[in-house]
T-cell receptor, first 112, second 116 residues
Framework: NAGVTQTPKFQVLKTGQSMTLQCAQD?????MSWYRQDPGMGLRLIHYSVGAGITDQGEVPNGYNVSRSTTEDFPLRLLSAAPSQTSVYFCASSYFGDREAFFGQGTRLTVV | KNQVEQSPQSLIILEGKNCTLQCNYTVSPFSNLRWYKQDTGRGPVSLTI?????NTKSNGRYTATLDADTKQSSLHITASQLSDSASYICVVSPPNYGGSQGNLIFGKGTKLSVKP
């Protein structure tokens, strides 16, 4: 049972480049979410999904897009990377929004 | 604004000693309160999860308590080990009702260092 798998683990981008952070879970969870973690701050919600075909914005959605075509996958797209998006990104999943969340190992992104 | 405040920001203790981490929150009502452990370079891992009606929950050497009247929670670590060195994050979940999707509210964490 792999749980929540994120790829890549590390990434360096140049300003203006685009990329997709991958997230997959094998627990048949309906609820999936993306967070960013910055020094001195708690995790902040970027986007979330309550099921295939349904997504919504979180606290800090600007500059990011998501889609949920299957229950298992929830990719996060950076449209035009900016240095302010340098962060550690975590994907999480749970049966419902208020149930125990399982986190991936994170993607450390640096935008230069 | 719903907030979760943790103290202390950081803590250094000797191996074998006990310690207690604090969490104050303003989220009301709430569905549950959780404590997560996050090792450096890893994702958070759940330690305990308590509903508003529970007072205490244990997971091995970790014991969480909840006082819904004072809106405080604590995480007590007994007989600390070097592997306990990590950040401990308090998280409150608003109720998942109506249009709310129960988005989690995270504290900034307490960084614990256990020294030999």
């Amino acid at each position: 049972n792999a749980g929540v798998t994120q790829t890549p683990k590390f990434q360096v981008l140049k300003t203006g480049q685009s990329m997709t952070l991958q997230c997959a879970q094998d627990m048949n969870h309906e609820y999936m979410s993306w967070y960013r973690q910055d020094p001195g701050m708690g995790l902040r919600l970027i986007h979330y999904s309550v099921g295939a075909g349904i997504t919504d914005q979180g606290e800090v959605p600007n500059g990011y897009n998501v889609s949920r075509s299957t229950t298992e996958d929830f990719p996060l797209r950076l449209l035009s990377a900016a240095p302010s998006q340098t962060s550690v990104y975590f994907c999480a999943s749970s049966y419902f929004g208020d149930r125990e969340a399982f986190f991936g190992q994170g993607t450390r992104l640096t935008v230069v | 604004k719903n907030q979760v405040e943790q103290s202390p920001q950081s803590l250094i203790i000797l191996e074998g000693k006990n310690c207690t981490l604090q969490c104050n929150y303003t989220v009301s009502p709430f569905s549950n309160l959780r404590w997560y452990k996050q090792d450096t370079g890893r994702g958070p891992v759940s330690l305990t999860i308590m509903t508003f009606s529970e007072n205490t929950k244990s997971n091995g050497r970790y014991t969480a308590t909840l006082d819904a009247d004072t809106k405080q929670s604590s995480l007590h670590i007994t007989a600390s080990q070097l592997s306990d060195s990590a950040s401990y994050i308090c998280v409150v979940s608003p109720p998942n009702y109506g249009g709310s999707q129960g988005n989690l509210i995270f504290g900034k964490g307490t960084k614990l260092s256990v020294k030999p």
